[in-house]
């Protein structure tokens, strides 16, 4: 196999945290990453007996969790202390956050079920893929979002507050603040206007 990394003396974990290319066979990723099955594992567990040891156990998984935030196990994480929360976030069921690179939620933000936030990214080339080479690019979600359910956010996106994205939507570039946007590949379909901060369920929803 090519020497990826000659006379670069970092390692993998070192080289993941810095953003670049790296081989997820570092002794210390394995450690975290088994560390955080067990968390995750414990904590959906806990969530049906003991709601308050199961937030314990999440605040101990994740880098940040804000105030009053919830996430509905199962959740999903590579090693959660990579993911920061807000405060006042919801996350339904089976949130998948792949956090190879930092996955930032912010304040008050609504995530429907089945949402995936991915991180990792692998090589084009077939060599270097086929050698084991990844790595992964930041996902940033503003204050007062809603990921409708089934949404994927792809490596290296921004989303700016306020912003909804319709249910089943593929996010591939960053999105600007205050728009409503659908599809896949995701694309705005308007800004939100006064008119949208209505107390009245609208049709064609989202999907929470």
């Not at 904590?43 to 999440?58: F, G, I, K, N, Q």
């Not at 080339?125 to 809603?146: H, M, Q, S, Y």
């Not at 089934?150 to 507050?161: F, Y």
């Not at 600007?176 to 939100?192: C, D």
């Amino acid at each position: 196999m090519t020497e990826y990394f000659a006379g670069d003396p970092r390692t993998n974990k070192q080289r993941m945290e810095d953003g670049d290319f790296y081989i997820a066979d570092d002794p210390d990723l394995e450690s975290a990453s088994q560390r955080a099955y067990a968390l995750q594992t414990q904590y959906a567990e806990l969530h049906r007996t003991d709601p308050d040891a199961a937030y314990s156990v999440l605040q101990e998984l994740l880098g940040e969790l804000g105030e009053r935030s919830y996430i509905k196990p199962p959740l999903f994480v590579d090693y959660g202390s990579y993911l920061k929360v807000g405060k006042r976030t919801f996350a339904n069921y089976n949130l998948t956050a792949l956090d190879v690179a930092p996955i930032t939620i912010g304040d008050d933000c609504q995530i429907g079920p089945n949402v995936q936030l991915l991180t990792p990214i692998h090589p084009l080339e077939p060599t270097p893929r086929r050698d084991k080479l990844e790595g992964a690019l930041p996902i940033t979600i503003g204050n007062n979002v809603w990921l409708g359910g089934g949404v994927i956010v792809c490596p290296g996106v921004t989303i700016g507050d306020n912003t909804v994205v319709g249910a089943g939507s593929v996010v591939t570039k960053d999105l600007p603040a205050n728009v409503l946007a659908l599809g896949s590949p995701a694309r705005v379909v308007r800004e939100l206007e006064e008119k949208d901060f209505n107390v009245r369920p609208a049709t064609g929803g989202s999907g929470a």
